[in-house]
């Protein structure tokens, strides 16, 4: 039998566990004059009985005060929900080594890849001052997660290892179990995303909504007061942890929203009932309030270099970077570069599952593919848009990552429009019509629409440069902009024929990183989509996949599952990472460009130089906003 322990004094950022009787604890400047009023209790009786402590270096991170009001910008009401992802308080966390420890778990323990233990903090509250206990995690299980009405589909997919369910077991008030007979290795990395899965729920908010634990009479005004018929739908609309658009929710994270969409303008307020402290006693977060107002992403980045922003990287491009630069002194902030981490700055997309006939033979035929990423002049895009600094590579593992080798890096994305001409004639798209633009085998121009989420312009740079270069081979291009959810909802339903979008989100794994990134295994992966579907939803919905090199990447991401070493997990990724490289699923234009981070001159703590990446990494989380704090 093997057993991984983790206890609270695993690093995290200096994170160690101590008693909150051992700590000189300080009052929060803000909530003193609540306490002196009996309006809530002092900060001795609102931590838990051992706090997550924070240590710091005293070189890039320092102990820091309380006070002050961080602003940021976002594109849309929806992104409130940076609020989790900025904040970053999870069951467990990674670490800046991507290392998973404990965060809001006082320690959990691991048996052969397959049974959980997981132990929280006793006195531990939510943020409205309610133990956080077994019962919230008993309450998602049985009545959420395995609820026909709240939950058709059954528990979330990393609860289940093949078809086999997990098993929950509540141990004491602050112990539960979860466990499978196969190992999972998805449920940490789940639980410490960037978007969490929630397996607790705050019960004793949720129970009065729900048909099991309250009185019909009482369920049915409710249901009147907010206009709707059915006790699940309020519930779900209610319960919305990641989202982060019901104040009334109670949270663990460092700030609570106090803002209902529809709204401008949202303000989060810091939660009396935070989980750390730094080593001298002081709650956390350091900043009192965190105000994110909604702009036009398009003006984000001017308004960014005109001081209207504190903290600031979403919606900043590279191609804003001279612009920030040149507003540094006037506006009082400084601009860092922080790496990107993903496979591919930007990438395109050939849908395999098209549904246009012609579209979708086309696309699943590797020489078009591999025509359309010799078709693109990567130099001339590094040098007119990225100072000649960038990657000119595929969409794959970094150099950083212990996984990179260079023949999957520059596989079929050399610039060669002989190359390229040559495999279009093969496939017989050798007529042209007198605009010299080929033509598909029943007689339409080879005329391809890429289509983006249209949220920013450096996307539509790159395409208007691919744009020239895939013209000398005969190909015409077109750009077709949309929002977000159109267009996802048009890749999913195979409307588009090409999108354009970032490559593999974690672009420095290891062997022991799941590789279901490389294989049909979710609908998000915008260049099979319906294999996906059919994957995530256990063939109830979608296509089951079948083209061989597919279905070898998903029985290959299968074999890592059950792999019970690290030189065979190796082997697996090797074997998907030149799969990929060779057939060109994706075709990546250009890597490693760096983020400009903009950062208030006198806002402490924040890295000079970072990673910014989704998944691992949530942005600025993994760096632990709640320890930023103002020099005022």
């Known amino acids: 039998m093997r057993l991984h322990r983790l206890f609270g004094a695993a690093v995290l950022a200096g ?35 051992s706090p997550s402590v924070v240590g710091f270096d005293g070189e890039a ?6 006070g002050g009001e961080l602003r940021t910008l976002i594109s849309r009401a929806k992104d409130i929900r940076l609020l989790v992802v900025y904040g970053y308080a999870r069951l467990v966390a990674y670490n800046e080594s991507f290392e998973i420890v404990p965060d809001i778990l006082d320690s959990f323990e691991v048996e052969d890849g397959r049974v959980f233990t997981l132990r929280l903090r006793p006195g531990h509250r939510w943020s409205d001052g309610t133990p956080f206990t077994s019962e919230d995690f008993r309450y998602w299980w049985e009545d959420v997660a395995n609820n026909e009405r709240l939950s058709p589909s059954g ?8 078809d086999e369910k997990a098993v929950f077991e509540v141990l004491d008030a602050h112990t539960v179990r979860f466990s499978w007979t196969k190992p999972n290795p998805f449920f940490l990395p789940r639980l410490a995303g960037a978007s969490p899965l929630y397996i607790f729920r705050p019960a004793h908010y949720l129970k009065p909504y729900h048909e099991r634990y309250s009185d019909a009479g009482e369920l049915k005004k409710r249901l ?26 109670p949270t663990l994270q460092p700030w609570v929203n106090t803002s209902k969409p529809p709204a401008t303008r949202f303000v989060a307020s810091r939660n009396p009932y935070y989980h750390r402290v730094d080593a001298e006693g002081r709650q956390l977060p350091y900043i009192d309030r965190v105000v994110l107002s909604v702009a036009d992403g398009k003006l984000i980045p001017a308004k960014a270099g005109t001081g209207e922003a504190d903290l600031q990287a979403r919606n900043l491009a590279f ?8 507003n540094e002194d006037a506006n009082r902030f400084k601009t860092r570069l922080w790496r990107i981490a993903k496979g591919a700055h930007v990438a395109l997309f050939p849908n395999l599952n098209a549904s246009d006939p012609v579209w979708r033979d086309l696309m699943r035929d590797v020489r078009f593919r591999r025509a359309l990423s010799l078709g693109i002049d990567r130099s001339i895009v590094n040098e007119s848009l990225y100072f000649g600094i960038a990657l000119e590579a595929n969409n794959t593992v970094l150099p950083d990552s212990p996984l990179f080798r260079e023949e999957y890096q520059s596989m079929w994305a050399e610039y060669d429009p002989d190359q390229a001409e040559d495999l279009l004639d093969e496939l017989g798209l050798d007529e042209f019509n007198d605009e010299d633009v080929r033509l598909l085998p029943d007689g339409r121009p080879l005329e391809i629409i890429v289509e983006t989420a249209g949220e920013d312009t450096e996307q539509t740079d790159v395409l208007e440069l691919i744009r020239e270069t895939w013209a000398e081979i005969g190909i015409k291009l077109f ?6 959810e159109v267009f996802r909802n048009r890749v999913f339903a195979g409307e588009t024929l090409i999108a354009v979008w970032s490559g593999f989100e974690n672009g420095v794994p290891a062997a022991d990183t799941s590789p279901a990134e490389l294989a049909p295994t979710t609908q998000q992966s915008l260049q099979w989509p319906k294999w996906g579907q059919y994957f995530e939803t256990k063939g109830a919905a979608g296509e089951a996949p079948d083209m061989p090199h597919a279905v070898e990447l998903f029985e290959l991401n299968e074999a890592w599952l059950t792999a019970t070493d690290r030189a065979r997990r190796e082997e697996i990724w090797h074997k998907m990472l030149s799969i ?6 994706t075709i990546g234009v250009i890597s490693g460009v760096q983020q ?12 000079a130089e970072g990673i910014y990446n989704w998944d691992p990494g949530a942005h600025f989380g993994i760096y632990r906003p709640d320890t930023f704090w103002f020099d005022r």
């Open 224 to 249: 009147r007061a907010a206009r709707t018929r059915n006790w699940a739908a309020l519930h779900n609309r209610l319960d919305n942890m990641y989202r982060f658009d019901n104040p009334d929710l």
């Open 155 to 162: 528990p979330p997919r990393a609860m289940w290892v093949d």
């Open 15 to 49: 994170l160690i566990t101590a008693p909150a009787a051992a700590l000189q604890l300080q009052e929060v400047p803000m909530f003193k004059a609540d306490v002196t009023a009996g309006k809530l209790p002092p900060v001795q009786e609102r931590l838990p009985a």
């Open 319 to 326: 191609n804003n970077y001279t612009f920030l630069r040149e």
């Open 596 to 607: 400009p981070v903009i950062v208030r001159n006198d806002l402490r703590n924040v890295p």
């Open 61 to 66: 991170k320092r102990i820091g005060r309380h």
């Open 580 to 585: 990929h490289a060779d057939q060109v699923f």
């Open 479 to 484: 750009i077709k902009p949309s929002q977000r």
